[in-house]
């Protein structure tokens, strides 16, 4: 989603240019409102920091062609970070969120942010160099964690799968350790909504991303925005008491919710009870692509629990679109047939009218790709943008 800017300041410029179209002063002008002075200023004040780049001259209609200028998305990068309960997917990206280059390893959340943050950075700075760039070219870093995250502050709140966690300053610590000016944090399916939305599904207005891997969660675009809640909690799917499920502990305190339910790990617990050794969704994920029936009906099950609690969302909030990514995701047809079965006989009629219930095409990649159009939007908009031009002309000045 581009960020449109207020009228007359570098935002609106710049949200203009994004689409890749080469356009003339006179162009922007038009589009802006601004005057020719205005636009000049700006796009001058563009091309210096290297975000704007000439690519030619128009048809001329007599005199002297135009000349026309276009956004240069690698004229700085981003760091985006998806972690989850054990893995860190880190890339480097350009502006226009597409990966320069990306690394992933098994991690343990529960070791604390100080340790993980820290592996993190060491990440970033050596995709910076593969790349490369070094720490000056960077414009922020997005970050998404597995659990309720105050937005505002980067602070996860009470996460149940992050012991050491709650309070964490996720943002302090890391522009301590990369120098970075901006560093934006979000729960981790959150950036996985926006990823699929940005790079997948661009046309639709509304929808849901869910995520089934060691918890669930879910995150909510609604008229082509992503909705946070009062306190960032919006899209807790994993803790909704799953109607007439089974009475089972659940991390948070509570009972039959459906992360203890239908998660990755709760499969994987239900079927080693039954005499099938799994210890996580990657497991139960093998066993159901090797054709193992048990793991094929407990998945299948999973998914008419998911449902169940999915049913009550279609109604509330009528997406177009349900993504279901994840780690059991990679189950395929097994778990979508069980959510399919259960949403579209629970549901109102008029909500699932034009319903599609589909696997994420963005796949692994969703979180990272949130991360950084999470981190581009806020930078290429308004104050952001101006505070980074200003950056990078005292960095031009103190150059020798």
């Excluded at 001058?44 to 002297?64: D, I, K, M, N, Y």
């Excluded at 609690?309 to 780690?327: K, T, W």
């Excluded at 692994?364 to 308004?382: E, F, N, R």
């Amino acid at each position: 989603m581009l960020t449109a800017g207020r009228p007359g300041d570098l935002g609106s410029v710049i949200h203009l240019l994004r689409d890749g179209q080469p356009r003339t002063r006179a162009e922007l002008a038009q589009l802006t409102g601004q005057s020719r002075s205005t636009i000049a200023t700006r796009v001058e004040q563009l091309l210096t920091c290297g975000l704007v780049a000439p690519t030619g001259e128009a048809t001329s209609t007599g005199g002297r062609p135009p000349a026309t200028f276009a956004f240069n998305p690698a004229a700085r990068v981003v760091a985006a970070v998806d972690l989850g309960a054990t893995h860190a997917r880190v890339a480097v990206t350009d502006l226009a969120a597409s990966v320069l280059t990306q690394h992933l390893e098994s991690i343990t959340i529960g070791d604390g942010p100080e340790r993980v943050l820290g592996r993190v950075a060491t990440i970033v700075r050596d995709l910076l160099a593969e790349t490369g760039r070094d720490t000056t070219d960077l414009v922020g870093v997005g970050v998404g964690l597995p659990g309720p995250v105050d937005h505002a502050t980067g602070r996860p709140t009470n996460p149940p799968i992050m012991p050491g966690w709650d309070g964490a300053d996720v943002v302090g610590i890391l522009r301590g350790l990369l120098d970075s000016p901006e560093v934006l944090v979000d729960n981790d399916v959150n950036l996985m909504a926006l990823g699929e939305h940005a790079t997948e599904l661009p046309d639709v207005d509304h929808m849901m991303f869910v995520k089934v891997a060691t918890g669930i969660g879910s995150g909510i675009i609604s008229d082509g925005a992503i909705r946070r809640g009062a306190q960032g909690a919006a899209g807790d799917l994993g803790h909704v008491a799953v109607p007439d499920g089974p009475d089972v502990a659940c991390s948070c305190g509570n009972t039959g919710c459906l992360e203890a339910v239908a998660s990755g790990r709760a499969v994987a617990a239900r079927l080693t009870a039954a005499g099938t050794p799994a210890d996580a969704s990657s497991d139960v994920v093998s066993f159901v692509r090797a054709g193992d029936a048990a793991a094929s009906a407990a998945v299948r099950e999973a998914g008419r629990s998911l449902g169940a609690v999915l049913a009550g969302c279609v109604n509330l909030l009528n997406p177009s679109v349900i993504v279901v990514g994840g780690s059991l995701a990679g189950a395929g047809e097994h778990l979508l047939a069980g959510v399919r079965e259960v949403v579209y006989r629970r549901s109102l009629p008029l909500a699932t009218q034009h319903l599609r219930i589909v696997t994420s095409r963005a796949g692994g990649t969703a979180g990272v790709l949130g991360a950084s159009t999470m981190v581009i939007d806020h930078v290429l908009g308004g104050d952001a943008l101006e505070s980074l031009i200003q950056d990078r002309a005292v960095r031009t000045a103190a150059t020798p």
